[in-house]
């Protein structure tokens, strides 16, 4: 193998590793805050969370707010970040089409959205309209996809291995989940 052919392998791994970290980081926010609005309803602590609670509401803001900028980390596409199109490139042509197809929902939508919150903080933009279950959809869209891409990248290149969560129901994101609940019971016997 090259010195060339060794740096590209080399690059991927760290590409890919960083991109492992961030959709788990992403994930598990979002199992998060899945298991913190269940409580919230099933505890009848307020059943139309969040729409009537100013705390709860800013909790999903931020929530919301914090998925967009890691959502935009995926789709950044300058020479100084990590690059979720050089993994894209190492993949299958039906991988490259959900992709395009991934980004240009984003650019279209979610994207903008991130841009107005982010970089232009327009005068009218209120970040109560921005719907969480919109983010959530695209999220499940781009775990997917990362599935795609880590299989395929698994089984080109020997120097790439994972223990990226994969399954739904994993440990991990239930004992995650279970945090709610822990972190709810420390708060009421205080």
């Known amino acids: 193998m090259s010195n060339e052919a060794k740096e590209n392998c080399s690059k991927l791994a760290k590409e890919f590793n960083f991109f492992v970290n961030l959709v788990l980081d992403i994930r598990t926010r979002m199992t998060l805050f899945e298991a913190f609005e ?11 969370f969040p729409k ?14 914090k998925q967009l900028i ?7 596409n300058h020479d100084e970040s990590y690059s979720f199109g050089f993994l894209i490139r190492h993949t299958t042509d039906a ?3 959900k992709h395009k197809k991934l980004f240009k929902k984003w650019k279209s939508n979610l994207g903008n959205i991130a841009n107005k919150i982010f970089a232009h903080s327009e005068k009218d933009f209120d970040k109560k309209y921005i719907k969480r ?13 990362f599935e795609d891409i880590t299989n395929t990248l698994m089984e080109k290149y020997s120097n790439i291995s994972s223990s990226y969560l994969t ?6 994101l239930n004992e995650v989940s279970a945090d709610v609940d822990d972190f709810f019971k420390t708060l009421q016997y205080s």
């Open 38 to 48: 269940k409580y919230m309803i099933d505890k009848k602590v307020d059943p139309d």
């Open 52 to 65: 009537n609670n100013d705390f709860a509401l800013m909790i999903e803001i931020g929530y919301s707010t």
């Open 70 to 76: 890691e959502l935009r980390k995926v789709f950044d």
């Open 95 to 97: 991988t490259r089409a």
């Open 133 to 145: 279950s919109e983010i959530d959809d695209f999220i499940k869209e781009v775990v997917e996809l």
């Open 167 to 172: 399954a739904k129901d994993n440990d991990y």
